[in-house]
């Protein structure tokens, strides 16, 4: 069987998530934050072999463009400025395959490092 391609792509505003139905059958509905966390950018990936680097304070973020990479990528535009990866259709395959226990170890990481999805903001108090 040849790779999985996406015969739709949806963008739903209102939730924040990303649809694509591939040609093989599977759908898969992936929220905004988790693919900003997810971003295939050196920017989040690293450099070489170094471990990820940690994206936290993302669950408010939006999706601002899709644009077609060629006929094998997605690369999206978030409203937190951030847009330098490219998502080829087999790396969003993979993590929609594997989104319950990416997101799992995600939330496992943010725990551990003291961080949350939710960006902090300062509070200043009236004197």
């Not at 790779?3 to 998530?17: D, G, T």
């Not at 966390?37 to 690293?46: D, F, I, L, Q, Y």
């Not at 998502?87 to 993979?94: A, K, V």
Request: hydrophobic content about 35%.
């Amino acid at each position: 069987m040849s790779k999985p391609l996406p015969s739709k792509i949806h963008y739903h505003k209102q939730s924040r998530e990303l649809e694509l139905i591939f040609n093989d059958g599977f759908t898969f509905r992936y929220s905004a934050e988790y693919l900003r966390v997810h971003s295939p950018s050196a920017e989040v990936r690293g450099h070489g072999m170094q471990v990820p680097i940690l994206q936290y304070g993302k669950k408010d973020v939006a999706i601002m463009n899709l644009e077609a990479a060629g006929n094998y990528a997605l690369k999206i535009s978030f409203d937190d400025g951030h847009d330098s990866g490219l998502y080829s259709w087999d790396y969003l395959y993979n993590i929609g395959k594997n989104h319950a226990e990416l997101w799992s170890l995600y939330l496992q990481r943010l725990e551990q490092e003291g961080q949350q999805r939710q960006s902090s903001s300062i509070q200043f108090k009236q004197l």
